[in-house]
């Protein structure tokens, strides 16, 4: 049985740390291309073990073989041929063991990410590895590993903060409107203007389910095409006090020079809403909303700047939370160790118990025949005295030599292992030495 | 038995303060299930002391704290069942908890009297106090909205705003409950002029309680008018809401401090 070696694990890999953009828009997978993939790494590289991550913002194999720093190249190789670009060796990063693990573990717990703590990583590392999973090419060291590592990603969700508060404007803006209406599938929204900005925000809205967006501008070819990409509606910008009526969420980022909304017009709109709630986001600059609509009762409003001041706390407090939860990583990347090196000799100690029993019941039988015919319960008494005396002899130098396996101190271990004549296993069984 | 159950609501309070600080969900369900214990355990004795109208323990201080700290518990774990605001626990447990200390410290013993053994009675009692329990969670809704609703219009987040429930959901939980309050103390006012109609010949006697309980009675049919009529909604109707239960609370407990009346047992 040959046990995890922490030389074999490779961790091969682009993100936005290494390159630009455009190569890793070209090394990201393509639907369905995984399988085929790890097929021909099997094939031309000899790997048995591997997965492959790929999203917007890094690409990464994942390989468990021996001396994986041979296949380097030929990844890279394998690469330039599906990208169809040359790929410099700049891009990529290398992590062998130890390193390669707590890499694993950071970016499954969103602490490598663009955005610190966002929460999609995660899932993705778990569909990249269920790939892997169903296509037969994970074996127990990645099993090990990444089961682990979704555990890590659980605790440090669990215990730190670092999720918790949005960190980017559109989705700061997200969870105000939920915090005013709840559930967003049954509510509307009108987007004034069609610029950058007002189209992150559509996005995030309709990852939230929102039911309904209309997009209304002075420019009605470019909210035409907005309409078409996000399956909106266009509203003229002469309809806009009627849609006021009917929408719960106005999102503001226009260009224009002056005050598209005002309090009157609000005050007149709340009337004919008969007191349901109004929530107004501004994120143009100069502002296109009054600041004063604000007062209206029921009405709430949001400026780019308030925004912005909110998502500074939040980004403030998660980089204390990330200071924490890279401590949980320490720890269990140091814990990860522990068990593979307890498991190592978890063979080995069996051995020692194995030998010592066979010497008991030898010596047992020996006994038994010098004894003649004695009593059955007599018999057990002996029996079971034996059996203590050796689990109680054995049992503090097990304990010592696991301590000691933990603290990594292998001379001990190799000694107590020498004494009992097990003493050539653990050569080909201790990859640290 | 009386210091058992005091333990299951006390515990059940300790964990949802827990929950209120560390935010850990397995808290807010120990809370939960000590609450629901103690809730079983107190019902279950409360059952037990009751074999006819005359018995039924509404006639005195403890009896009636006793009761409302069962109707509450019992009306709140129902929300909780449905999944609707864990948070107002925070609220509701405590008064459950204070309601049931304040039951087994007043005196238990009930003044025998003739002309309340009718079943009209406990009917009235209990009609009347289904709806205060309604006012009451109608007020800690409220409370929370006006918590909520200052976070967000002053754009101060001391609060995580996720934790409390969404303004409109909010709003509508205090409309919901303020309807049932308002039909319970309906029920609650026609019951006793009918019993009062029977024992005194008169429907209506003036006396301070039944004034001041018209007053709670006027004050929620004009908060469910205005919902309906004037389209009030929000922060108005919430504060609304808390002004009724001061008023409930000026007429369930301020009645002492006003003489005469028939009301005389609470």
């Keep these: 049985m040959t046990s995890f070696k922490e030389e074999n694990l490779l961790v091969h890999g682009t993100s936005f740390r290494t390159s630009p953009l455009d190569v890793r828009e070209a090394l990201a997978l393509k639907k369905s291309e995984d399988e085929k993939l790890l097929y021909k790494i099997k094939t031309l590289l000899g790997v048995d073990e591997c997965v492959i991550l790929s999203t917007c913002n890094r690409v990464e194999f994942i390989i468990y073989r021996e001396h994986p720093e041979e296949i380097i190249n030929g990844i890279i190789k394998i690469n330039e041929e599906r990208s169809g670009i040359p790929l410099e060796k700049s891009y990529f990063y290398n992590f062998f063991g130890k390193p390669a693990i707590k890499h694993i573990f950071r970016v499954t717990s969103s602490l490598d990410s663009m955005v610190l703590g966002e929460p999609q990583i995660t899932g993705q590392v778990k569909s990249a590895y269920e790939s892997s999973l169903k296509n037969g090419f994970i074996g127990k060291n990645l099993r090990k590993v990444f089961e682990r590592a979704f555990f890590v990603a659980k605790r440090v969700r669990n215990e730190t903060a670092i999720g918790e508060n949005p960190n980017s404007i559109s989705s700061q803006a997200v969870e105000l409107a939920e915090s005013i209406f709840g559930d967003l599938s049954k509510r509307k929204a009108i987007v004034i203007g069609t610029g950058e900005m007002g189209e992150i925000a559509i996005k995030s809205f309709l990852a939230r389910g929102i039911f309904k967006i209309y997009i209304t501008s002075r420019t009605i070819e470019r909210a035409q095409e907005l309409c078409s990409l996000y399956s909106g509606e266009v509203l003229p910008f002469k309809d806009l006090y009627r849609g006021l009526e009917e929408v719960d969420i106005v999102l503001c980022s226009s260009a224009a020079p002056h005050y598209l909304i005002t309090k009157n017009d609000v005050k007149n709109v709340m009337k004919k809403r008969k007191g349901n709630p109004l929530f107004f986001i501004d994120i143009s600059l100069p502002r296109n909303i009054e600041p004063e609509v604000g007062e209206v009762e029921n009405v709430y409003l949001y400026h780019i700047d308030d925004l912005q001041q909110i998502v500074d706390k939040n980004i403030k407090k998660r980089r204390e939370e990330a200071i924490k939860s890279e401590k949980i990583v320490e720890e269990e990347v140091e814990r990860f160790f522990q068990r593979v090196e307890e498991e190592k000799i978890g063979p080995l100690l069996a051995r020692v118990y194995e030998t010592a029993d066979s010497i008991r019941r030898r010596e047992l039988e020996e006994l038994f025949k010098m004894l003649g015919n004695i009593p059955e319960h007599q018999k057990k008494a002996i029996e079971d005295f034996s059996v203590n005396v050796i689990k109680k002899i054995l049992h503090k130098p097990v304990i010592k030599v696991k301590e000691m396996t933990r603290n990594g101190d292998s001379s001990v271990v190799e000694t107590f292992f020498f004494l009992f004549g097990e003493s050539d296993e653990i050569e080909s069984g201790n990859p640290r030495k | ?266």
Excluded at chain 2, 86 to 109: E, K, R
């Design chain 2, 1 to 266: 038995m009386k210091f058992f159950i005091l333990g299951l609501y006390g515990t059940a309070l300790l964990f949802y303060l827990l929950h209120l600080f560390f935010n850990w969900k397995v808290f807010l369900k120990i809370g939960f299930m000590f609450l629901c214990l103690g809730f079983l355990t107190h019902t279950s004795k409360f059952l037990a002391g009751i074999n006819s109208p005359s018995t039924f323990p509404v006639y005195y201080m403890g009896g009636v704290m006793s009761f409302f700290s069962i109707l509450l518990g019992g009306v709140f774990i129902a929300y909780q069942i449905r999944g609707i605001v864990p948070v107002l626990g925070y609220i509701t447990v405590p008064v459950i908890l204070l309601f049931y200390i304040a039951s087994i410290s007043l005196p238990q013993q009930a003044v025998f009297r003739q002309e309340l053994m009718t079943v009209l009675f406990p009917l009235h009692a209990t009609f009347s106090m289904i709806g205060y329990v309604f006012f009451f969670l109608s007020f800690a809704t409220a409370l929370f909205y006006i918590l909520q609703e200052k976070n967000i219009k002053l754009k101060i987040s001391r609060w995580n705003l996720k934790r409390i429930p969404s303004l409109v959901e909010l709003d509508s939980m205090n409309y919901r409950t303020v309807q049932l309050g308002f039909t319970f103390i309906t029920l609650g006012m026609l019951t006793g002029s009918i019993w009062s109609e029977r024992l005194w010949g008169s429907l209506w006697n003036w006396d301070p309680k039944e004034v001041l309980t018209l007053l709670v009675w006027l004050l929620y049919a004009s908060y469910l008018h205005l919902r309906l009529i004037a389209g009030w909604k929000g922060r108005k109707t919430a504060i609304l809401s808390v002004i009724g239960f001061i008023l409930v609370l000026v007429a369930f407990f301020g009645r002492k401090l006003i003489p005469g009346g028939y009301h005389d047992f609470f």
